[in-house]
């Protein structure tokens, strides 16, 4: 069942540990199938190393495992409920990358600060509040996408203009077209959020960069008359 899937999401997964954005166990890739409604995901606790195609657990929006020997991810709960809020996006990832996790663990968004931001998000890479105690003891990880979808609609945001989120003293969740997209763009958070600490470490008072600068470089790429790249 979706073996071609399985292995995009295997080659995701993999990713992550090229890119450099997980240690040990510390991340996960789902795509989601949106013809049958049914999600691809990491198994959970398994070595990168030593996983394989077939290791990848199929699983449908309520959580029930359809195919697969191993348990998947525990973030399971929280990517059902980024697909059921998010109809246009494809993939997701989650990672503990060092800079980007930083920035949760001081409950900061990710401030605009130059033109590579702006290249891959419009606007601030937000960062949504600590769950309650109450959030935490009940569903976790469900509680956990909630609490980040809140954050979306609160601010009005679209995740595909702005792939990405950090959560309170958590980490990092990026979303994409498919899995392999959501990787590049958490790829993408954790270079931008090594650069803005690296301003401020510079320029404490480093101010934001100008809203014109955001717009032309976000619009030249992704805007409806973009044209950087090549004709498809």
Not at 6 to 32: D, H, Y
Request: net charge negative; aromatic share 10%.
């Amino acid at each position: 069942m979706l073996e071609e899937l399985k292995r995009r999401v295997l080659q995701a997964n993999l990713q992550l540990v090229k890119n450099k954005l997980v240690l040990f166990t510390w991340g996960n890739v789902s795509e989601i199938d949106r013809a049958s409604g049914l999600i691809v995901i990491k198994p959970s606790g398994v070595s990168y190393d030593d996983m394989r195609a077939e290791d990848m657990v199929v699983v449908d929006l309520n959580g029930r495992v359809v195919e697969g020997d191993l348990r998947p991810s525990s973030d399971t709960p929280t990517h059902i409920e980024f697909y059921k809020a998010f109809g246009n996006i494809g993939g997701v990832t989650h990672t503990h990358s060092t800079f980007a996790t930083a920035w949760a663990q001081a409950g900061r968004d990710i401030p605009f600060y130059g033109t590579t931001h702006a290249d891959y998000f419009y606007g601030d890479i937000p960062c949504a509040r600590s769950l309650t105690q109450e959030e935490i003891e009940g569903e976790y990880e469900k509680n956990t996408g909630l609490v980040i979808i809140e954050r979306f609609h609160e601010s009005g945001l679209d995740p595909m203009e702005v792939p990405g989120v950090l959560i309170k003293s958590h980490g990092v969740f990026a979303f994409g077209k498919d899995g392999d997209n959501s990787v590049y763009n958490a790829t993408v958070i954790e270079e931008v959020a090594k650069m803005a600490f690296l301003t401020e470490q510079l320029n404490p008072d480093a101010p934001r960069a100008d809203q014109f600068m955001m717009e032309k470089h976000y619009l030249r790429k992704h805007g409806k008359n973009a044209y950087y790249g090549q004709k498809k």
